[in-house]
Nanobody, 126 residues
Framework: EVQLVESGGGLVQTGGSLRLSCAASGFTFSTYPMSWVRQAPGKGLEWVSTVSNGGVVTNYVDSVKGRFTISRDNAKNTLYLQMNSLKPEDTAVYYC???????????????????WGQGTQVTVSS
């Protein structure tokens, strides 16, 4: 059974930083690309970032480029999202997600994932 468990969210002031983690189990983590997706209050899902299975290739939504960094530790089966220079508009529930597909291009700018974590709340105060 695939399990994705996010942690690291919280309340932070504008300009602050947080590091989200996603502990994965139940599948061969190092084989799959992984993504972060967020949902702001009253809004739909928004793709944030994807990292390739080996961690070399990454993509970001324009609004977080230069501020967020996605990474992974395949030895620890863990996905990360380092978030710096946080803004109030980054306030959302953040989810890590995967698909059945191993194809990186199936993950980028997509929100139709099969497996999701429970999410972690990030709140940025102004």
């Amino acid at each position: 059974e695939v399990q994705l468990v996010e942690s690291g969210g919280g309340l932070v002031q504008t300009g602050g930083s947080l590091r989200l983690s996603c502990a994965a189990s139940g599948f061969t983590f190092s084989t799959y690309p992984m993504s972060w997706v967020r949902q702001a209050p009253g809004k739909g899902l928004e793709w944030v970032s994807t990292v390739s299975n080996g961690g070399v290739v990454t993509n970001y939504v324009d609004s977080v480029k230069g501020r967020f960094t996605i990474s992974r530790d395949n030895a620890k089966n863990t996905l990360y999202l380092q978030m710096n220079s946080l803004k109030p508009e980054d306030t959302a529930v953040y989810y890590c997600a995967k698909k059945e597909s191993l194809l990186y291009s199936d993950y980028v700018r997509r929100t139709d994932y099969r497996d999701w974590g429970q999410g972690t709340q990030v709140t940025v105060s102004s």
